[in-house]
Nanobody, 115 residues
Framework: QVQLVESGGGLVQPGGSLRLSCAASGSDFSDATMGWYRQAPGNLREYVAI???????HYDNAVKGRFSVSRDNAKNTVYLQMNSLKPEDTAVYYCNAVKWGATYWGQGTQVTVSS
């Protein structure tokens, strides 16, 4: 059974940093495109960043220059380093994997940016 489990969310002050992790199990995801999405209350889920199986990265303009996505295939894990956090980054962050036409989602981890 494929599972994606996010961790690392929490409460942080504006300007602070957090590092999210997404551990995949049940399959080898080294050939998958992995991504991060987020959903704020009352909003649709939106794209944040992706990393392909070759290591290419792409970011939404709202986070470009502040967030960094990376992966460790040996650990079947993808990370999202978030710096210079803003209140508008507050959301539930979801890990996503696309492999062989199938899409998988984690359960989400809450990130709250507030003073």
């Amino acid at each position: 059974q494929v599972q994606l489990v996010e961790s690392g969310g929490g409460l942080v002050q504006p300007g602070g940093s957090l590092r999210l992790s997404c551990a995949a199990s049940g399959s080898d995801f080294s050939d998958a495109t992995m991504g991060w999405y987020r959903q704020a209350p009352g909003n649709l889920r939106e794209y944040v960043a992706i990393i392909t199986n070759s290591g290419s990265t792409h970011y939404d303009n709202a986070v470009k220059g502040r967030f960094s996505v990376s992966r460790d295939n040996a650990k079947n894990t993808v990370y999202l380093q978030m710096n210079s956090l803003k209140p508008e980054d507050t959301a539930v962050y979801y890990c996503n994997a696309v492999k062989w036409g199938a899409t998988y989602w984690g359960q989400g981890t809450q990130v709250t940016v507030s003073s």
